[in-house]
């Protein structure tokens, strides 16, 4: 089947900088859009960005001009490059991606695990 693979996420300071890391693997004939999410304790997750396979992106207002979203379509990877980090980016940051399956020529949407980005005060 097709899972995506998360890394990066931690605990940093109030200003500080964090790279999101996320991998698509298995049956997959080519990955479409990419993004990141995030869900907050007692909130609903929203999206934080997403790039598409010809590298058109999109962002949250609350990101623009500190999140940079990008791609390795080579490596069927995206990340998230997140500066000057705030105590309300608090979250489980969550990779989804569109891919198309090998052979079934199947589209499906796949979520990664998620990982958990602390920031302190």
């Known amino acids: 089947q097709v899972q995506l693979v998360e890394s990066g996420g931690g605990l940093v300071q109030a200003g500080g900088s964090l790279r999101l890391s996320c991998t698509a693997s298995g049956s997959i004939l080519s990955v479409n859009d990419m993004g990141w999410y995030r869900q907050a304790p007692g909130k609903q997750r929203e999206l934080v960005a997403s790039?598409?396979?010809?590298?058109?992106?999109n962002y949250a207002e609350f990101v623009k001009g500190r999140f940079t979203i990008s791609r390795d379509n080579a490596k069927n990877t995206v990340y998230l490059q997140m500066n000057s980090l705030k105590p309300e980016d608090t979250a489980v940051y969550y990779c989804n991606a569109a891919v198309v399956i090998r052979l079934t020529y199947n589209d499906l949407s796949v979520w990664g695990q998620g990982t958990l980005v602390t920031v302190s005060s």
């Open positions: 790039i598409t396979s010809g590298d058109n992106t």
